[in-house]
């Protein structure tokens, strides 16, 4: 391809400025390179970090952006939000831009979206906030009244992993209540206090959040659209030009320039969002020399009404094309079937970010196979208008020889697509498209149905029929001959038959079909066609319904509902004074910067001259010996400074890890995980760096086994040295013997991904001899110390910092080192600052999951179902190395107990060593996997007696003073007192009844409800870890610098400390500051994880304070009138040393592993949560319908932080327990590697009602002001939602005549639930997939 020669098929007339306003600013790029995206842009060359990069693919939101454009034809500015990191920048041509920042700042005031979020405390981490804060903030732009719905779906492309969502939905609900009055959750309650409740005497502090405080929202207040834009036509109709060394960018501005471009340059590509392009170079190493812009071509851009049909042009985005079919359509109901189906589907395409930009065009030409609108375009033989400069326009039917192949269809390189025709509908036609998708919202569909039929309208008999499929293969599918069987058949359930065993014979699905799941997929096919059967029945009053409308429940979707809350929580302390801040719901101290995009985190440090980029180079085999690493031509490329690997380090320096130290820094001879890094590239620039980490040649010779799953590492005896652990109390054989019943089983659940929200990063700097390192770590102290070891310099010279992470969750204590230590050998070794970040996919491949587990059971019991001996073979995929995975399974095996009395018990447990990446800490540990075998068992043991559940649960669940299989005592038992109120709370007992009276009116419906009580001990099982040091300096004008050695993740740690700190000194918590944690104010910290950082910091804080008060005494007595301020500065003239250290180390641990006894835990959080779901038979879907949760946090230092821990754990455990899925396959590939492929609880996935209870008058004496540890307890309570959708598979069950034994794996995914609701379908179904091959993926 001659490029030199293109700029003779272009104008002589062409702009090669690309000019746009940020902020208000203008700014003119004169050399932009096609390369770069806007957040690229944003972030590196404008230093505008408050946009962020969350994964890169469009799927988190945490880049959003607003984009004004005018819009000359309709005289006004569109508003709309999009990811920055998606964005070309040379898209943005005249064109506003505006970023967080650019709506408010905490110096001179903060914009009410952004103050809302922060009040309301709906920034936890803070990684998510700008992003929502733009999403919500493009709404308020574009639309004056709002209410809920807009606001959902404004939100549908944004993630937040740490607070549950409620907290933000609270804080953006004000912005409704301008319009739709005042909210309904002032006005309940569901305490238990009942009248009594605070709510009804309240005053303003028994609230989270005042919104009185909020200052009001006022549309003309917003900055104006820079007139140069409107005035100046030249933007929106020049030619333009730009030329990068790799890409150029041209936008035509008519379609015989565009035909022309094409004809030369057959191989150039039309780019409209990006959404498919921008992907496939970032991800799959794609690279397209020539991107043109159709967006001045009128042909492609209009929507016009015909006679038969309307034609939308192919590079309208998909949010001009719903609002079109939503607001611009007047043609009667019968004509539109098929936009209808086009609109509703397009609600769950993506999320708005995406639809903003994505175009019908893009998705037709992609072609994906789980196309959301090709069905449809199938199903109605829509035609496309195609065009080409030498042949002009020809016009082809979207049918099953249009999609030529994977990702390929019937159109000519040098042709483009100008349009769609699609064809309106019938009278007695009748139109349906159907998306399944393991998520609700914003989710590429796992199957997708278009069905299209047309009747007789005497006889019902089916005169056309077109069924088709994305999903079921490499294309789009038409089920050509189930089509032709269904004409002339009557619309009756012997068709419904004949159609099923037709699709059973042309959909053919084998086992190692691409996407996994094959029975649920052709399942699914037979049910949504079974699910427009019933819809086509009621629209023509059929005979066969009105028997039975049962059934009619199966025609439409789970419906979408509007979320409510309540949150019960006692301030003690009920004064405004700051100095008396314990127990006051305070906001965490940093959201306001974190709102406002001014909050510092590790990639938003100040880019310095001649710093360096680094990048991993990690394995591409699972097991597999390296015969040879070749990084010369890696090197030889322009800007690339170095290559670190194992031959950079002694064997003896090559290594870590937090206990075994198995693990090595640079692998050189053996690979034992993808997750094992070979090398490190270092280059001028991340783009230099990434494109060289390609050219690393590493050549290896495969070996065997490449073990992925627990069961794979059962059958090779593959296990740690030292395991099994065992737990052994009383006589297990003899209570075997002598009881009635004995009963096996086991509970399995799946790896869970971290997803924190900020990927691993990574910043170091030598100075002179020393080196500071700033990262992303739970445990800044183990980088520090390990980066020391491997180059060879005591710890005094070496300083790691941790300001704040956008997220950990445990993902980040041990294997943030990953990244971090390969930069501090390249930092330290090239006297160069360096920066790394790892992408989502590295980082989604490298730092390990949730370790998935396996727990047998055998348990004894009588008839009276209580338990007498149990036997517990716990079984977890370790992955390569060891990691933590010890103290993982040692807090497996002390929570197999969950809240139940066993007197007689043996406890196996085995940490398989197997081939998937290292495996570590997740919020919870080993408890909330440990804790499903007891509830599983109490649940079956429920079952064979034929009682009820909760009768189970009285008779075995822990009193006070029992003691639990590890001989600890329990005092201050809490348990039975939440049980009963959460009981109360959630008016159990009646919404129980009006479930089962539910379940017997709907067959394709079902509803479950139950509870689920927990007991989480606190400790960390080892003394070392159970020590916190602080460090607190006062200035003489009263200020306060705090720095203790936790660090802050979003859990509100330094905000409770200076709350602690405030109490203590009784001085106001505006005069007291923590700026980060650093290893040079508070030495030999340990990680902040366990939930243990306020017990054993609040401890050290109180020390410190305790200190600097005995010191100020005299002043205050020589002036007790005086303030703070006053005394301090006495204290100052008269030379008194104004910094003290505090120190805090816990009772040591009495617990003895060889003899099973003494006190293990400090203490135990108790609580317990009631869920009632619905799930949709045919698809799996379910929802949550309500969550009642009362938890028992002693006396809450802070209950705004504690419920945000409550609601974010159980929401975070949610996924864990119903959605989110690591796929592997057989090789140890893993396929999940971004939030496209792996699904975390989006904003609609909360429950609908959550009500939130903290346990009053329940003190514990255990820790810092009575307060209890709370990150990680209320995690295993989601597991109420699994056990509810189980309740809910039995009585579908039940109809449907099979037995109530069934597995249901953990995660309860949509496919796990359909295929367990087993009947007719999934019957006919099972046996019709192709057993041969391997399969598509593993179970790890
Ligand atoms: C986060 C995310 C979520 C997504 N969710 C969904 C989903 O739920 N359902 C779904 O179906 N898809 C989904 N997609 C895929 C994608 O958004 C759609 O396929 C989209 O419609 C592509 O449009 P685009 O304008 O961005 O295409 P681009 O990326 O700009 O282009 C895509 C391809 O189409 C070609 N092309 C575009 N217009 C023309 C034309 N007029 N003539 C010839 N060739 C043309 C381009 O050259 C290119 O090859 C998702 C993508 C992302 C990133
Ligand atoms: S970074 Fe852009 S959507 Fe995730
Ligand atoms: S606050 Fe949303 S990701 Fe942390």
């Known amino acids: 391809m001659n490029m030199e020669k293109i700029e003779d098929f272009l104008p002589s007339q062409r702009e090669t400025d690309l000019v746009f306003f940020v902020n208000g600013k203008k700014v003119i790029e004169s050399s932009p390179n096609p390369e770069w995206t806007l957040l690229w842009y944003l972030r590196k060359k404008l230093q505008l970090t408050g946009t962020k990069y969350g994964c890169g693919e469009g799927g988190c939101g945490a880049c959003t952006v607003m984009i004004s454009q005018y819009l000359e034809h309709e005289k006004r500015v569109n508003h709309m939000a999009v990811n920055a990191c998606l964005t070309p920048l040379c898209a943005v041509h005249g064109l506003a831009i505006t970023t967080v920042e650019g709506i408010g700042n905490v110096q001179d005031k903060l914009h009410p979206v952004q103050e809302r979020i922060a009040k309301a405390h709906g920034s936890q981490c803070g990684f998510c906030t700008p992003g929502i804060v733009m999403s919500m903030y493009a709404l308020l732009r574009n639309k004056i009244k709002i209410n809920y719905d807009d606001i959902e779906t404004s939100l549908q492309g944004n993630l937040c992993r740490c607070t549950g969502y409620r907290p933000i939905i609270e804080g953006f609900k004000t912005f409704i209540e301008v319009t739709e009055g005042a909210t309904e959750n002032q006005k309940t309650t569901h305490c238990p206090m009942g009248k009594d409740c605070c709510k ?201 020889n249009f999609f030529r192949g994977y990702r390929n269809v019937a159109l000519d390189d040098d042709e483009i697509i100008l349009a769609i025709e699609i064809p309106f509908t019938d009278d007695m036609q009748f139109f349906k498209a159907y998306k399944q998708a393991r998520r609700r919202e914003d989710d590429i569909s796992i199957v997708t149905a278009a069905f299209n039929v047309i009747l007789d309208k005497q006889n019902h008999f089916v005169k056309e029929a077109k069924l088709c499929f994305g999903g079921m293969g490499p294309i789009t599918v038409c089920a050509f001959k189930t089509s032709e069987t269904l004409k002339n058949l009557p619309w009756d359930e012997d068709m419904v038959n004949k159609v099923f065993k037709s699709l059973n014979d042309e959909l053919l699905l084998s086992i190692s079909a691409p996407g996994g799941m094959h029975e649920y997929r052709k399942s699914l096919c037979l049910s949504l066609f079974f699910r427009f059967y019933i819809y086509v029945l009621n629209e023509v009053k059929c005979i066969g319904l009105e028997n039975n409308n049962k059934d009619l429940c199966g025609s439409s979707e789970l419906p979408r509902l509007k979320p409510k809350s309540s949150q019960c929580f006692e301030i003690k302390v009920k004064n405004k004074i700051n100095h008396n801040a314990v127990g006051k719901p305070i906001p965490h101290m940093s959201s306001m910067k ?108 495969k070996l065997q086994p490449v073990i992925i799953s627990i069961e794979e590492a059962i059958l090779q005896g593959s296990f740690y040295d030292g395991y099994p652990r065992k737990i052994e109390k009383g006589n297990v054989k003899k209570a075997l013997l002598h009881s009635k019943h004995v009963v096996e089983g086991y509970i399995r659940s799946g790896a869970q991904e971290h997803f924190y929200l900020e990927t691993i990063s990574a910043y170091a700097m030598r100075k002179e001899d020393e080196l500071e390192i700033i990262c992303t770590s739970q445990n800044p102290a183990e980088i520090a110390d390990t980066a020391a070891k491997v180059l060879g310099i005591p710890n005094h010279k070496v300083v790691a910092k941790v300001k704040r992470i956008g997220g ?26 360096i920066r790394a970040v790892l992408d989502r996919d590295e980082d989604m491949q490298l730092t390990g999951y949730r370790h998935p587990m396996l727990i047998k059971y055998k348990v004894a019991f009588n008839d009276d179902g209580k338990i007498a001996a149990v036997i517990y073979d716990v079984y977890a995929n370790a992955g390569n190395y060891m990691d933590i995975s010890c103290s993982m399974l040692e807090r497996a095996i002390a929570h197999v107990d969950n809240c139940y009395y066993i007197p007689n018990i043996e406890v196996n447990g085995y940490l398989c060593k197997t081939n998937m990446p290292s495996n570590t800490a997740f919020r919870g540990f080993g408890a909330p996997k440990a804790m499903l075998a007891a509830e599983t068992m109490i649940r079956k043991i429920a079952d064979i007696l034929g009682k009820k559940y909760e009768e189970i649960v009285d008779i075995n669940i822990y009193k006070e003073g029992n003691l639990t299989h590890f001989n600890q005592k329990l005092t201050y038992c809490t348990l039975g007192r939440c049980w009963k109120e959460c009981i109360e709370l959630s008016d159990y007992w009646h919404r129980k009844q009006l479930v089962e009276d539910f379940n017997r009116s709907h067959r394709w419906k079902k509803r479950g409800i139950t509870m689920v009580p927990t007991k989480y001990g606190i400790s960390f099982h080892t003394d070392l870890l159970m ?99 006053e005394w301090v500065f006495a204290a100052y003239l008269d030379r008194v040393c104004l910094s003290a250290t505090g120190f805090y180390a816990a009772r040591k641990i009495e617990y003895n592993r060889e003899t099973n006894v003494g006190d293990l835990y400090e203490y135990f959080t108790y609580g317990v949560a009631c869920s009632e779901v619905i ?135 949509c496919a796990r639930i359909r295929m367990a609701c087993e009947d007719h379908i999934t019957e006919q179904v099972k046996p019709t997939i192709m057993k041969k091959g391997t399969p598509w993926n593993v179970v790890p």
């Open 200 to 400: 009804f005497n309240q005053n303003n502090e028994d609230v989270l959040f005042n919104k009185s405080e909020f200052q009001p929202y006022c549309p003309t207040q917003e900055p104006i659209f820079p007139p140069e834009l409107i005035l100046n036509n030249i933007y929106r109709k020049s030619f333009l030009f730009y030329k990068g060394n790799n890409v150029v960018w041209i936008r035509p501005q008519n379609l015989k320039d565009i035909l022309i471009l094409k004809k030369e340059y057959p191989c150039s590509k039309i780019i409209v969002g990006n959404t498919e392009i921008g992907v496939e170079v970032k991800f799959k190493n794609k690279s397209y020399p020539i991107l043109i812009s159709p967006k001045l071509i009128k042909e492609m851009n209009n929507i016009l009404v015909k006679e038969s049909c309307i034609e939308i042009g192919a590079a309208v985005s998909l949010k001009d094309v719903e609002d079109f079919l939503r607001n611009q359509i007047h043609e009667s109901k019968e004509k539109v079937k098929v936009l209808n189906a086009i609109r509703d589907i397009l609600h769950w395409f993506a999320g708005s970010q995406i639809r903003n930009v994505a175009s019908i065009g893009g998705n037709i030409v992609t072609a994906s196979p789980i196309s959301d609108l090709n069905p449809i375009f199938m199903a109605c033989s829509a035609n496309i208008i195609i065009s080409r400069f030498d042949r002009g326009v020809r016009k082809l039917v979207i049918d099953q």
């Open 808 to 833: 950990g969750f445990g993902g980040k204590e041990t294997r943030a080192a990953v990244l971090a230590i390969p930069v501090a050998l390249a930092a330290y070794n090239l006297k160069k600052p």
């Open 594 to 701: 974190q709102a406002t995009g001014e909050a510092i985190y590790c990639d938003d440090v100040v880019s310095v001259e001649g710093e360096l980029f680094l990048c991993l180079v990690f394995s591409s085999e699972s097991h597999a010996k390296i015969v040879s690493i070749d990084f010369t031509e890696a090197l030889l490329e322009p800007d690339v400074v170095a290559f670190f690997s194992a031959s950079n380090l002694s064997k003896e320096l090559n290594k870590m890890g937090p206990i075994l130290k198995d693990e090595k820094i640079f692998s050189d001879k053996i690979v034992t995980s993808r997750s094992c890094v070979i090398g490190a590239v270092v280059a001028k620039s991340e783009y230099a760096a990434r494109k060289a980490k390609h050219l690393v040649k590493i050549t290896y010779e």
């Open 1027 to 1125: 020590q916190g040091g602080a460090l607190l300096l006062v200035y003489n004008d009263g200020s306060v610098l705090l720095t203790i050695g936790g660090i802050e993740m979003g859990q509100g740690l330094f905000t409770k400390m200076i709350q602690v700190a405030s109490q203590v000194l009784q001085v106001d918590v505006s005069k007291i500051h923590i700026s980060e944690m650093a290893t040079d104010k508070v030495p030999n910290s340990q990680p902040t994880a366990g939930s243990m950082s306020s017990d054993l910091y609040g401890m050290a804080v109180i020390d410190a304070c305790n200190t600097i008060n005995n010191r100020l005494e005299p002043y205050k007595t020589s002036n007790p009138n005086g303030r703070w301020e």
């Open 1175 to 1309: 799930i949709d038979c045919l698809t799996g879907d379910h929802q949550v319908l309500r969550t009642d949760i009362v938890m028992d946090v002693g006396e809450s230092l802070n209950p705004a932080i504690d419920i945000g821990q409550i609601e974010g754990a159980f929401v975070q455990g949610y996924g864990f327990y119903t959605m989110e899925e690591m796929l592997f396959a057989p090789t140890g590939e893993v396929i999940s590697k971004g939030p496209g492929a792996y699904k975390i609880p989006g904003f609609s996935d909360i429950p609908k009602e959550f009500n939130v209870s903290l346990l009053k008058g329940a003190p514990n004496p255990r820790a810092v002001y009575s307060s209890k540890a709370i990150g990680e307890p209320p995690l295993f309570l989601a597991a109420s939602v699994y056990y509810a959708i189980k309740e809910a598979i039995k009585a579908a069950r039940s109809d449907a005549g099979f037995d109530m034994e069934f597995t249901l794996d953990v995660p309860a995914t």
